[in-house]
């Protein structure tokens, strides 16, 4: 089993841009600290031989309890 831990609270993938230069236009997704972290810790536990035959994939994500908002009138 592969097991990769990433500490932090999740954060949503942006949407793709689109940018016109002298190549034409071109897309591109910003990435955030959240997604570096991520992409540095899969990549730390990558195996050195591809996976193959069926995969099974579970995640779990943890957040932060939010805050109790309180009622005004």
């Known amino acids: 089993m592969l097991v990769v831990w990433v500490s ?4 949503s993938q942006a949407r ?5 230069g002298r190549g034409g236009p071109r897309a591109y997704s910003p990435k955030t ?4 972290a991520v992409r540095s810790a899969a990549m730390g536990r990558r195996p050195r031989a591809p996976l ?3 995969l099974e994939l ?6 932060p309890r939010r805050q109790r908002e309180r ?3």
């Open 16 to 20: 793709p841009r689109v940018v016109f």
């Open 8 to 11: 932090g609270v999740p954060e």
């Open 58 to 63: 579970r995640v779990e994500f943890y957040f």
């Open 71 to 73: 009622d005004f009138w």
């Open 52 to 54: 193959d035959g069926p």
């Open 33 to 36: 600290a959240w997604f570096a």
